[in-house]
T-cell receptor
């Protein structure tokens, strides 16, 4: 059965800290891995990863994929209170269909 | 990025009634749309995949006669929750991807979601 597991489930840090969120997966056919940030409403897209070892970067956020070990990490440096959200990882085993992990709930304290 | 809208944003209905939720891609043609359900503090669970002009593909455990999906055009998919009950109360989110326009291959764009409360 295809599955996506995220860790930790929940995380509380102080502003300025660096956090690393993990996503491991087992899928029959891997196509891509997506990271999303979800605040109060629908998720917003962060990154799409398809190749191992190539870091994607956007401001203080970065992500990398390891297709051999079947995981990805999302790093957030110099965290801010606005980074507080649920971070979702989704893996696509087939055409357009994605399976979501349960998410990591991040809270950044001022 | 591409824009997906949902209507309504929030609906409260009585048990036994039916509720229709619309999902529209505003600046691109969505050959495929997805319907997800999200319970509080849980992740997104895919309910069904909706392809324009054909029947939807439902995930295991999702009743197709209860959750009717119609993808009549390349920019509109609807989800109708028939004979809604309190246990159907949830956050329903659609997403879309397609070819061309502002949508890039393999990237899903999510609507803002519809919160359904069944009394």
């Amino acid at each position: 059965e295809d599955k996506v597991v995220q860790s930790p489930l929940s995380l509380v840090v102080h502003e300025g800290d660096t956090v690393t969120l993990n996503c491991s997966y087992e899928v029959t056919n891997f196509r891509s891995l997506l990271w999303y940030k979800q605040e109060k409403k629908a998720p917003t897209f962060l990154f799409m990863l398809t190749s191992s070892g190539i870091e994607k970067k956007s401001g203080r956020l970065s992500s990398i994929l390891d297709k051999k070990e079947l995981f990805s990490i999302l790093n957030i440096t110099a965290t801010q209170t606005g980074d507080s959200a649920v971070y979702l990882c989704a893996v696509g085993p087939g055409t357009y269909k994605y399976i979501f992990g349960t998410g990591t709930r991040l809270k950044v304290l001022a | 990025g591409a824009v997906v809208s949902q209507h309504p944003s929030w609906v409260i209905c009585k048990s036994g009634t039916s509720v229709k939720i619309e999902c529209r891609s505003l600046d691109f043609q969505a050959t495929t749309m997805f319907w997800y359900r999200q319970f509080p503090k849980q992740s997104l669970m895919l309910m069904a995949t909706s392809n324009e002009g054909s029947k939807a593909t439902y995930e295991q455990g999702v009743e197709k006669d209860k959750f009717l999906i119609n993808h009549a055009s390349l920019t509109l998919s609807t989800l109708t929750v028939t004979s809604a009950h309190p246990e159907d109360s949830s956050f329903y989110i659609c997403s879309a991807n397609g070819e061309g326009g502002a949508s890039s291959y393999n990237e899903q764009f999510f609507g803002p979601g519809t919160r359904l409360t069944v009394l």
